[in-house]
């Protein structure tokens, strides 16, 4: 909701034309880093010298921060102002992507990984507000759909670029992109997007709860990716046992708190949980995949970063073309269906992978896997979009969108972490095609495991009728009220192709019958 209807902006206009243009730009710095890092990962091991572990810390350093701040990202904007903190976010992960570029070492490189996901926790909640905020109502659909629909374009692109950067200028190059777009950026937002707040957004913020789950998570990620060369010494046994001892003061302090930044009676929304626990099983299948599958084009079957990174393609430009009917179907037949039979498509597309081995030929071999792996994608991520939405009263649709959208981050850095481990892949597997490829074999199936898990939890826990309940009851007209909201809220994300998490999406609120959209 604009926060002041009177200073709302036209999409027709110039200005609003600008917002539009610089909060998709905002966003596809983060969209683009997420897809065109793992592209480079090869690169940056054989010119740091670097083992697995680094390569592994290189993805979750990043998204380490950006999962554990990205709500509290969303909370300062509303405090101290959206624009504000979209352009803070910005700069601050231009700067880090430079620091990123000129990393001597790897120690720098993620440490300065970590400084970028903080950026990126302040500029991707940032980018969507902004439209919601300033954006006059009757606008805002369409708005939102141009923000979806190129922000899925960088996203596609996003190992393309890569890929050519890598084999071109260099792989410090991916980070040096940043900084002319952060340029470009800056100026605009300053210049053209009014600034916004929410009027409603008081007391303290929840600095507490944001620490204990990035411990929680840092110490965990810690443990899983040292033990393979360390086992069961004391260096991984105790920051394993702190984390989940962080991991339980979190819950702890989300309870007790006044305002926490994880609401935990959004959980007592049966369909909120359940969608929530699919998310976890497919993000975490999906994290492990796309980390692996780039360095085993590269390792194994001996694509170059260009090639690799093209190869991918036909999964992205599936969910860009396809997403808008996929959510469609999801609303005539229900969720239940497209959830089940999603994650066991892209279950089928990483056993198919298996084939891409040494000598593997691409239209045989690799892109039945990817198309096939696309199409679950597809027929999956804007159902459990929808679903999350409709899962809560429409006030805590953007809350409950930003805790799914965290929760699949989360459950990405710990797949990243963990599948070496349990896949056996040693330290410096990815220098063997032979070690490499084996390894590899061993943990698709660990993934497709992990999909079959999260596809029977849909098909025992998620309602067909999900998508037209309102907050998990039936919309009915209150006592002495006049009109009832005819449905639950909706997704305004029609277009995404990001493999990291689902959209963040603070959904199109219902309308009431005979009036405006609430």
């Known amino acids: ?68 701040l990205i709500l509290l990202g969303g909370a300062l904007g509303d405090r101290f102002g959206r ?53 006059h109502p009757d606008d805002r659909a369409r708005a939102v759909g141009l923000w979806s629909g190129f922000g899925g374009v960088g996203a596609a692109i996003g190992p393309f670029l890569g890929g050519w950067l890598v084999d071109g200028p260099g792989w410090r190059w991916v980070f040096f992109l940043n900084v002319p777009l952060a340029a470009v950026c800056v100026p605009v937002a300053l210049r053209h997007v009014p600034e916004s707040r929410d009027p409603r957004a008081h007391g303290r913020f929840d600095v507490l709860g944001a620490v204990l789950g990035a411990f929680a998570l840092g110490l965990v990620t810690y443990a899983l990716i040292a033990a393979p060369q360390r086992g069961a010494a004391l260096s991984v046994v105790l920051p394993a046992v702190a984390g989940l001892l962080a991991g339980v003061a979190f819950v702890y302090v989300e ?143 953007g809350l409950a969108s930003g805790i799914n959208n965290a929760a699949a981050r989360a459950a990405g850095l710990v ?24 390894s590899f074999r061993r943990a698709m199936p660990i993934c497709a495991a992990v999909l079959v898990v999260g596809a029977l939890i849909a098909w025992r826990t998620v309602r067909a009728d999900a998508l037209e309940r309102v907050g998990g009851a039936e919309a009915e007209a209150e006592p002495g009220k006049v009109e009832a909201e005819e449905r639950p809220c909706r997704p305004e994300c029609a277009y995404h192709c990001g493999v990291g998490a689902p959209p963040l999406d603070p959904g199109e609120k219902p309308r009431r019958r005979g009036g405006p959209p609430a």
């Not at 709302?8 to 997420?34: C, H, Y």
């Not at 980018?127 to 300033?134: C, G, K, R």
């Not at 497209?338 to 071999?365: E, F, H, I, K, S």
């Open 1 to 68: 909701m604009a926060d002041n209807a009177s200073a709302a902006v036209r999409l027709s206009t110039a200005a609003g034309r600008w917002i539009v243009f610089t909060t998709v730009l905002g966003s596809a710095m983060a969209l683009l880093d997420s897809t065109v890092v793992n592209v480079a990962l090869p690169r940056i091991g054989l010119d740091l010298g670097a083992d697995l572990a680094v390569l592994q810390w290189t993805v979750n350093a990043y998204m380490l921060t950006l999962a554990g």
């Open 83 to 135: 624009r504000r903190v979209f352009v803070v976010g910005v700069v601050w992960f231009a700067l880090a992507s430079l620091l990123c570029g000129m990393a001597p070492n790897a120690g720098v490189l993620i440490a300065a990984r970590a400084l970028q996901g903080i950026g990126g926790a302040l500029l991707t909640p940032g980018s969507l507000a902004l439209i919601q905020s300033v954006i």
């Open 255 to 397: 309870r007790v708190r006044p305002e926490p930044m994880l609401p935990l009676s959004l959980f007592s929304s049966r369909q909120f949980t359940a969608v929530n626990a699919v998310t976890l099983c497919v993000y975490a299948a999906f994290g492990g995949f796309f980390f692996l599958v780039v360095l085993n084009l590269q390792v194994v079957v001996g694509y170059s970063a260009l090639v690799a990174g093209t190869a991918l393609l036909p999964t992205t430009l599936l969910m860009l073309l396809l997403s808008a009917r996929s959510g469609e179907l999801g609303k005539r037949i229900g969720p239940r269906i497209p959830l089940t039979v999603g994650p066991l498509l892209c279950a089928a597309g990483m056993l198919l992978m298996t084939r891409a081995g040494v000598g593997a030929v691409y239209w045989r071999d690799v892109l039945p896997a990817l198309v096939v792996m696309g199409l679950g994608m597809v027929v999956l991520v804007a159902p459990l979009t929808a679903t999350v939405l409709a899962s809560v009263d429409v006030g805590r649709a």
């Open 415 to 438: 797949a990243v972490a963990a599948l070496p481990l349990l896949a056996g892949m040693g330290s410096e597997a990815y220098r063997s095609a032979d070690r490499f490829s084996e």
